[in-house]
């Protein structure tokens, strides 16, 4: 949920603008004022995380409120909401995160509040990585607690099962799960009073280590069951998904927000852990990245941007090996760029791939781009 104050002093294009706001879902109008220098004495005093502001008021022109804004918050997104267009290099100059001129579509909006999303993320990656203090959980690339003050070393466990009932327990934070799902979860057909021995033994040993290494997840009893409070401990599969839900949603793919999806993947969600119960988020995951993934590829191609569309389609083959469709691409993109033994290695790589995976041969289209390939291999050779 994110917060956002609206400054216009028309009530109509605020009542509007907190209608089409409303209707996302995800945005919640803390404020809204007809008067900017009311506004600015606000913004100080409430959870803002973002400003719609009109341009054209009496008393102080947007531009001005923007540039005070920017001085209290200078990491604040800030959005014009104006009918004006000739104020466009002026509200850049302030850098502001959009320009909407009015009248605007929902979808131009929506444009606009992926963007916020996006710069509120990475503004909090930011934070943390530049504090340099703060524990992190690892959830991509397997599972791990990494500690504060040392980004390499994790948290080492008494038992399997302690660690794996902090990732269940984190698999849902925020939320209280019962004690019955988490005993057939994590012991399943286990005599029932063994199994809740196993478990309060293992909550006992989970809050020692938190408590010992300083690490603020607290495990709290609520609703016949337990819960995990995450106080400022960074979880990267929320930032990747939510990365990734930002992108997703705007119209055109940014290239910054690809290179820190990528930055932040370091492999499949609780990889390598045998978390039966993790599964089905795992495969969501995968199923998000891939899409970011074509998606990227088809906005770089176009752009012609053909690095970063190699890029893409290597990172989707080596997510499935085995999908042709992602191979002959790229097997195409090699050869445009005269890359022809880059595009036979390939060819090797997805028949490989194929035949191991699938137990199958390649598809008739494919084996006709490997022979024209080849062809041209042997050629150049």
């Given amino acids: 949920m994110i917060r956002v104050m609206l400054i216009d002093d028309e009530e109509d294009a605020l009542d509007l603008l ?5 209707q996302m879902g ?14 600015i004495e606000a913004v100080g005093q409430s959870l803002v995380d973002a400003v719609f502001l009109d341009n054209q008021m009496p008393g102080m022109k947007g531009t001005e409120a923007a540039r005070i804004i920017r001085s209290m918050f200078p990491q604040m997104p800030i959005v014009f909401t104006t009918a004006f267009a000739e104020y466009a290099v002026e509200a850049f100059e302030i850098q502001s995160i959009d320009y909407l001129l009015k009248p605007f579509t929902i979808d ?3 444009n606009t509040v992926s963007r916020i999303k996006q710069t509120l993320a990475e503004s909090a990656i930011l934070s ?10 690892q959830c ?12 390499s070393k994790g948290l080492t466990w008494r038992t399997k099962k302690e660690k794996e009932l902090c990732a269940f327990l984190i ?17 399943p057909g286990y005599d029932l009073s063994k199994a809740k021995t196993y478990l309060y033994t293992c909550l006992s040993y989970l809050r020692k280590s938190l408590a010992e290494h300083h690490i603020p997840i607290h495990i709290i009893k609520a609703d016949q069951g337990f819960g995990a409070s995450l106080d400022g401990v960074t979880v990267d599969v929320i930032e990747f998904e939510q990365l990734i839900s930002s992108t997703l949603a705007m119209v055109e793919l940014d290239e910054r927000s690809y290179h820190k999806i990528n930055q932040l993947y370091k492999g499949e969600y609780m990889e390598a852990c045998d978390f039966n119960w993790a599964t089905a988020r795992q495969l969501e995951i995968k199923s998000s990245y891939v899409r ?6 088809a906005h770089f191609q176009i752009q012609g941007n053909l690095s970063l569309a190699i890029d893409s389609l290597q990172k989707l083959l080596s997510l499935a090996p085995d999908s042709e469709l992602d191979g002959r691409e790229l097997i195409k993109l090699h050869l445009k760029m ?13 028949q490989q791939a194929v035949r191991l995976h699938l137990g199958a041969d390649l598809e008739a289209e494919t084996l006709r781009l490997i022979e024209e390939t080849t062809d041209q291999t042997e050629r150049q050779a």
């Fill in 338 to 350: 005269g890359n022809r033994n880059e595009a036979y290695r390939v060819c090797l790589q997805l």
């Fill in 140 to 151: 991509l690339g397997g599972f791990q607690l990494v500690l504060p003050d040392n980004t």
């Fill in 171 to 187: 698999h849902y934070a925020g939320k209280s799960v019962n004690t019955a799902s988490i005993i057939e979860a994590l012991w």
């Fill in 108 to 110: 131009r909006l929506q």
């Fill in 128 to 137: 943390r990585q530049r504090a340099g203090t703060a524990p992190a959980v």
């Fill in 18 to 22: 907190e209608i089409l706001l409303g």
């Fill in 292 to 297: 970011l993934l074509r998606r990227g590829y």
């Fill in 26 to 39: 995800d945005v919640q109008v803390v404020g809204r004022y007809l008067n900017p220098i009311q506004a």
